[in-house]
């Protein structure tokens, strides 16, 4: 049971909108803590995608963005390619555990 | 730019102890907070722990409190991570990672290691 709670799946066609939700607690990204996000392709290490709430790396595309508004964060992928097929993490840090910790990740498909 | 590159994969023995590596290219790894990531088969990602540059101190996951070190030998630019009393759910990928010099409620990890392969067979 992860501390931070992802939907399994989400799917959607080339070039559609989607969003994955993370939601968290008073204890981490709630009292106003960063979500990060990280994106890990099959077979590979995980890769920083959204850093500080909503901002990106160098050389991620703007096709990605986070938000995030009390318990609940969301990271967004417009414009859907199939490269984008992958499994997608958020992170925080928790007060109340000390420690950092991942949502249990969602597996973005694209159909 | 920092670049993490991790030891080999491991088979170990039930109650045996496995040591991963971790060499860091492009920085100093006197100047990195590094942390450690696992992913067992088919899971998700759990922290384990971090070392930090400054004093070398360290701090770990509860569950993992007792059973794993965190260690730097600067001279080569390596970390090591050991975790010892190995047991069947310690089977997992190992990944180091950096971290930025910021307060803990803001850190992020960047970059990765490729990650190393632990399995424990009984």
């Known amino acids: 049971q992860s501390v931070l709670t992802q939907p399994p799946s989400v799917s959607g066609a080339p070039g559609q909108r989607v969003t994955i939700s993370c939601t968290g607690s008073s204890s981490n990204f709630g009292a106003g803590y960063d979500v990060h996000w990280y994106q890990q392709l099959p077979g590979t290490a995980p890769k920083l995608l959204i850093y500080g709430d909503n901002n990106r790396p160098s050389g991620v595309p703007d096709r990605f963005s986070g938000s995030k508004s009390g318990t609940s964060a969301s990271l967004a992928i417009t414009g859907l390619q199939a490269e984008d097929e992958a499994d997608y993490y958020c992170?925080?840090?928790?007060?109340?555990?000390?420690?950092?910790?991942f949502g249990g990740g969602t597996k973005l498909t694209v159909l | 730019q920092v670049h993490l590159v991790q030891s080999g994969a491991e088979v170990k023995k039930s109650g045996a102890s496995v040591r991963v590596s971790c060499k860091a290219s492009?920085?100093?790894?006197?100047?990195?907070?590094l942390h450690w990531v696992r992913q067992a088969p088919g899971q998700g990602l759990e922290w384990m722990g971090w070392?930090?540059?400054?004093?070398?101190?360290?701090k770990f996951a509860q569950k993992f409190q007792g059973r794993v070190t965190m260690t730097r030998d600067t001279s080569i630019n390596t970390a090591y991570m050991e975790l010892s009393r190995l047991i069947s759910d310690d089977t997992a990928v190992y990944y180091c990672a950096g971290g930025p010099p910021a307060a803990p409620t803001r850190v992020w990890f960047d970059p990765w290691g490729q990650g190393t392969l632990v399995t424990v067979s009984s």
């Open positions: 070392s930090s540059p400054d004093s070398g101190g360290t």
């Open positions: 492009g920085y100093t790894l006197s100047g990195l907070y």
């Open positions: 992170q925080s840090y928790d007060t109340s555990l000390s420690g950092w910790v």
